[in-house]
């Protein structure tokens, strides 16, 4: 099973883009950009929290577990 990263849905339902997420959380550009073209990539959980925080929502709702 593989842990897939749903930050690029999230954020964009709540009408942010990389740069501004990267400013809203605190969590460099090049590591929003890295998981907004691959899902896959994995993350810290200290950065999903910073984007969770940011996007106000808890850190189970980014992230998916898939076959």
Not at 36 to 63: E, F, H
Request: charged share 25%; glycine share 4%; hydrophobic share 40%.
């Amino acid at each position: 099973m593989a842990v897939r990263l749903r930050v690029k849905e999230v954020a964009e339902s709540k009408g942010y883009n990389m740069s501004s997420l990267s400013r809203a959380s605190d969590v460099s550009f090049g590591t929003i950009k890295r998981m907004w073209r691959n899902p896959y990539s994995g993350a810290t959980i200290d950065t999903l929290s910073k984007i969770a925080k940011a996007l106000q929502v808890d850190i189970s709702d980014l992230i998916e577990n898939t076959p």
